[in-house]
């Protein structure tokens, strides 16, 4: 049984939601503010996050930014601001996905499904694949990413689009390729929602950032995978 966290100050759509997820076989827990909610991250097996923007102790940015330094854990974002600033700020903290209030709770709970289903699909994969002898080492069946020898902690997103590109050394994908195997066939969202993405994963695997090796841009078109296979 998959494990939801919903954190929500409001009471009422934390029980609407709640049910829903109920309803659909989920385990949940509850959180009313930014401090649960990161100890039962902590203290629990976690499966997603679906997580409010506005918590009386602390931005729901700042508390995704603190599960991001030590969990992978899939974050859905509830928020009731549209601006792209704030969509890109969420992102850039480590966000997976976004929903803006007020939301469809049916709406809502596929969602949950597609994130825990693509981080699932992730966690299939049994391979090592490495990259500039040894530089760069993807752990597919743990998730985890090693760069010259230290681990880096990425999202799920960011882990399907570098193994998404890594699999395929060369080839060019398009934003649109992109968005359909990283955020899913149901996204609505801008496709140069990728682009955020591209960034902050190119922020823990490059060296230079102004030379990238790995995530390369083909201009107008989308992006490639450039780094080498080790022997």
Known sequence: ???????????????????????????????????RALELVHGERVDLVILDLMLPDRSGEEVCQSIRQYSAVPIIMLTAKVTEDDRVRGLTMGADDYVLKPFSPRELIARVKANIRRSQEDALLAETISFQSGDLVIHTTSREVVKKGEFVALTPSEHKLLFTLARHPGRIFTREDLIQKVLGY???????????????????????????????????VGYRFGGGLSS
Do not use: C, W
């Not at 409001?10 to 609407?16: A, L, S, T």
């Open 186 to 220: 149901d996204f609505e969202g801008d496709v140069r929602a990728i682009d955020q993405h591209v960034k902050n994963l190119r922020q823990k695997i490059e060296s230079d950032l102004k030379n990238p090796v790995y995530i390369l841009t083909v201009f107008a």
């Open 1 to 35: 049984m998959r494990t939801v966290l919903m954190v929500d100050d409001e009471e009422k759509i934390r029980e609407v939601v709640v049910s829903y997820l109920q309803k659909e076989g989920f385990r949940t827990l509850e959180a009313a503010n930014g401090k």
